[in-house]
């Protein structure tokens, strides 16, 4: 049993630390209101007023390039375009929302 919580609690922790060095793409609401983000035409996230919030880069789409808009509270696109891997690195994974 107790090999079994040792196994289990280092099996964890490599899992976490494989997480680290995963990229986050942080989407940051410069906005005084809330924004959605889309990938692809899926909304992923909701972003209030003044906040910024992350994603991992696996997690927001299987597959690169995408193209990505964020869209006002009436659902208009105040932002679009297309990204890859190249593209986000070059923004230090940030995307701002003005």
Known sequence: MR???I?????ALA???ACVDRPMITFA???DTKVAIHIDGDRVLI?????AEGLPYTVAAWTWP???E?????????LSFHASAGDLLVQ????DIR
């Open 29 to 31: 609401n410069h906005r």
């Open 15 to 17: 899992s976490q630390t």
């Open 92 to 95: 230090n994974w940030r995307i």
């Open 70 to 78: 964020a869209r006002d509270e009436q659902n208009r696109t105040i």
């Open 7 to 11: 196994a289990l609690l280092l099996g």
């Open 3 to 5: 090999r079994l919580l």
């Open 47 to 51: 972003l209030r007023p003044r906040t």
């Open 66 to 68: 995408r193209h990505i």
